[in-house]
């Protein structure tokens, strides 16, 4: 076996930006007792879960991140470090990957932490019974497809625990970005008592033992989650508790944030991106990300079961107008769905891309004509999205230029966040849906692989066997270019049918007070607390 990654001095792997010795004790500083240093931080909308194998939700991950520790971990700039395994090693065939986990490790009760924790993580997230939207990303793993089908008992899982401290995943093929995927919560670990004792309803306050640098202390629906700090885990970071804030509406978590009632947001409202750019451009985060937002068609339900339909619709919107004159801020057009700056990828594109938008408008025309739509007959359909004045301001142009370029009369329904969601998994009950991915790991086949039947977001109904064999051959193939050629065909394949419409990339956009440290934008975009400090003399409180 060749090494894959030496242990590391432990003072480099300190993610507190408060240097290599001991923190010190936040109720006893300066001889003093002190009050917790608190990180109140935006979320966005209400999290759906705080259940690892169970979150589909980018809102319910971040939190999830805080309060659990995978096998690999992040530093604040996105690098993969070691996480509750000190090291790896991998067979030269890439199929065997062995870690070794820390002997320290342990639960936010003082139980030990142990790789058939992992092993139970792993099972759970791939058995039918535990209902996991995410299960797909780990068919790398020898045994998962067949008992994601319910062909096999999760039991058969490559997964194994040799040794308490010692963990080795079988792969059913070599995974490049393998590392990457095992910082998705999906692969954490189970504590197996809690489990044992409430089922999935073991993610609340006063049942969560979690593994990671937080621990739940309280979740206050439609305001508030509350962790604070694992005083089991092997660091001890500056910040003492976070607050993850709650909110629909960007507008209200800026309001919050100007009157310091928030350290940093996980929105801004792009109606006020120029005025946020004149007066509080020190404090605006913006970069590139791997994100893409796009609408569902239902294949199944008419009038989106028609590809006449969907490609209209997708060729009349003037996504340069989109992204420039509504959202203003920085956005990139989207014409297919893997994002620029995924590693080893060209995005690929519609192949009306580099029509003009008349020569669109025209087309789109005689394509909705021949469907039997017109202006005797104009074409109705619903849009649902969650609440978000973002989001609103996206469907109201959206829709809007539909109904100038083809007549099409498009109702909007907004609704909360887990509304949308539960909708969505049923196909009687829209047609076009509002969603958005944000890459787990960087790689093209992340964005790809989730709108095959066993993907995370199959609820268009679309299934092209062509597609998934591509997919499937690409999964196999190990020479770079080849695997490359094969994702940008299947790119290219699911966008002759518009299962979806691509709407923009996102950059991540944040603000962010003077007085934090450690929040380093990153292609992931994500934030992770442990790696967060807090200038208290600057905050002032």
Avoid at 86 to 102: I, K, N, P
Avoid at 419 to 434: E, T
Avoid at 510 to 527: C, F, M, Q, S, V
Wanted: proline fraction near 8%.
């Amino acid at each position: 076996m060749r090494r894959a990654l030496a242990l590391a001095l432990a003072c480099l792997l300190m993610f507190s930006v408060a240097g290599c010795g001991p923190a010190p004790d936040p109720e006893a500083r300066d001889g003093e007792m002190q009050a917790p240093i608190v990180f109140r931080r935006g979320n966005g909308p209400e999290p759906e879960t705080l259940d690892p194998q169970r979150a589909q939700d980018e809102n319910s991950r971040d939190i999830i991140r805080d309060l659990y520790e995978g096998l690999v971990a992040e530093t604040s700039t996105g690098e993969l470090v070691p996480g509750a395994a000190s090291s790896w090693a991998v067979s030269d065939d890439g199929l065997e990957w062995t870690f070794e986990l820390r002997p320290d490790g342990r639960w936010s009760n003082g139980d030990a932490l142990t790789a058939a924790d992992f092993v139970a993580g792993f099972r759970r997230a791939v058995d039918p019974a535990t209902a996991s939207t995410e299960a797909g990303l780990l068919m790398p793993v020898a045994g998962a497809g067949a008992i994601i089908a319910g062909e096999a008992p999760p039991e058969t899982l490559g997964v194994r625990a040799p040794a308490p401290h010692r963990l080795v995943l079988t792969l059913a093929r070599p995974t490049p970005y393998l590392l990457g995927l095992l910082t998705h919560p999906i692969t954490f670990p189970a504590h197996r008592p809690s489990l044992a004792e409430h089922g999935n309803g073991f993610a609340r306050p006063g049942r969560m033992v979690s593994n990671g640098a937080y621990r739940l202390d309280a979740w206050e629906p439609q305001s508030h989650v509350h962790l604070v700090r694992n005083e089991f885990f092997r660091e001890r970071p500056q910040v003492d508790e976070v607050r993850f804030m709650t909110f629909d509406l960007a507008e209200a978590e800026l309001n919050h944030y100007r009157t310091d009632a928030l350290d940093y947001t996980s929105q801004i409202p792009l109606a006020r991106f120029e005025w946020l750019q004149e007066n509080l451009g020190d404090e605006l985060r913006l970069a590139p990300a791997l994100t893409a937002q796009y609408w569902l068609f239902n294949t199944l339900r008419p009038p989106t079961d028609d590809l006449r339909v969907r490609q209209a619709l997708a060729m009349a919107v003037d996504r340069q107008q989109l992204v420039e004159a509504v959202l203003g801020s920085g956005d990139r057009p989207a014409y297919g769905l893997v994002p620029p700056g995924v590693l080893n990828y060209a995005s690929q594109s519609f192949a009306w891309r580099d029509l003009t938008m008349a020569q669109r408008i025209e087309q789109a025309r005689a394509l909705l004509a021949e469907a039997g739509y017109g202006p005797d007959n104009p074409l109705r359909l619903t849009v649902h999205y969650n609440t978000d004045d973002n989001l609103r301001r996206v469907a109201i142009a959206v829709t809007s230029m539909w109904r100038e370029h083809l007549g099409v009369e498009a109702a909007l329904h907004n609704e909360e966040f887990r509304v949308m969601l539960s909708r969505r998994r049923n196909p009687d009950q829209w047609q076009v849906l509002r969603l958005s991915w944000r890459g787990d790991y960087n790689d093209a086949s992340n964005f790809l692989e989730i709108l095959t039947p066993t993907g995370a977001v199959p609820d268009t109904g679309w299934d092209d066997e062509e597609y998934v064999r591509l997919l499937e051959a690409a999964a196999r193939e190990q020479d770079p270019a080849e695997r490359r050629a094969l994702l940008e065909a299947a790119e290219r394949r699911m966008l002759e049918f518009v299962p979806i419409l691509p709407l923009y990339h996102p950059v991540s956009k944040h603000l962010a007070k003077p007085w934090l440290r450690g929040d380093e934008p990153n292609i992931l975009n994500r934030t992770y607390t442990r790696n967060i400090s807090i200038d208290v003399a600057q905050r002032g409180f």
